[in-house]
């Protein structure tokens, strides 16, 4: 079955780059939890420089205490987002293991399974983009309870650039991290048996998430223009450099859903609804 679709096999025995064959020597939970960190990191980086250099300028009294709301809220939602997240790899895990065991016996129990597995992504995504949304109220809120003359002007486009920062860490986590289950994790788990009942259904439940998540890494960099063109006293290399940045990533996301749309393509014609018994995969 899988001769006559050399697609397919292509996707459930791929030639593995010297990238893809690090990773696959790496627990699957640590790359995982880097696709969803290292995003989150660089814009907080990024939400320190900007709106540091927008405190310094306008309420240079608040340099202090910028710092300090910071440093505590990233001591804080840091550490909760990656203890979330691990505790759900760990899931991940088991569920990986499980599924795997009854596949290989023959075992009719993994028909829901799937769903689960393969959403990872979009679970991480929208908790990466809550406490984003957690940060953008309570920034703003903290610093004009501390400073009474911070103006609301001010506090909405802090709030802004922290949604516009939530926009980023909550697509391309979810595209990193569907495109290693996918490349690397999945054809592991289905390569000996070719069996997975839901195959169609969680396929076609990934390629509608790719969308809306496409559509959100469409609108990050026109809320970055939209900013740009209403802030005036805004720092223009830096939002221009953003727009630059989301635009290229809006560009690398579209490649990802068509990644995405090929992968299913591909091992839709040999995924049977029943396992098959007689010889060969």
Not at 61 to 80: G, H, K, M, S, Y
Not at 138 to 145: E, G, I, R, S, T
Not at 159 to 188: C, D, E, H, K
């Amino acid at each position: 079955r899988v001769a006559l679709h050399p697609a397919a096999a292509r996707r459930l025995a791929p030639q593995r780059s010297i990238l893809v064959t690090g990773l696959m020597r790496l627990p699957a939970g640590i790359i995982l939890l880097l696709a969803a960190l290292i995003p989150n990191l660089v814009a907080a980086v990024f939400n320190t420089v900007y709106n540091g250099g927008q405190i310094v300028s306008k309420y240079p009294e608040l340099w202090p205490r910028f710092l300090q709301i910071t440093a505590a809220l990233n001591l804080v939602l840091f550490p909760a987002g990656i203890a979330i997240v691990i505790w759900r790899l760990f899931r991940f895990h088991g569920e990986l293991d499980r599924w795997h065991r009854e596949s290989v016996a023959g075992m009719d129990g993994g028909g829901s399974v799937p769903h689960r597995l393969w959403g990872i992504g979009h679970e991480i995504a929208l908790l990466c983009g809550a406490l984003w949304m957690v940060a953008g109220i309570l920034f703003p809120v903290l610093l004009m309870w501390f400073h009474r003359s911070f103006a609301w002007q001010d506090a909405l486009h802090f709030f802004s650039s922290l949604a516009i920062s939530g926009g980023v860490v909550m697509t391309y986590p979810f595209l990193a991290i569907t495109l290693l289950n996918l490349r690397v994790i999945y054809p592991q788990l289905v390569r000996e048996t070719v069996y997975d009942p839901a195959f169609v259904q969680w396929t076609t439940r990934i390629q509608r998430l790719a969308r809306i998540w496409l559509m959100v890494a469409a609108a990050v960099p026109l809320m970055a223009l939209t900013l740009l063109v209403l802030r005036e006293q805004a720092p223009r290399p830096i939002l221009l450099a953003t727009i630059l940045v989301t635009g290229m990533g809006f560009a690398a996301s579209c490649l990802a859903v068509q990644e995405i749309d090929n992968f299913s393509e591909d091992l839709r014609p040999v995924m049977p609804d029943q396992p098959q018994h007689g010889p060969g995969i």
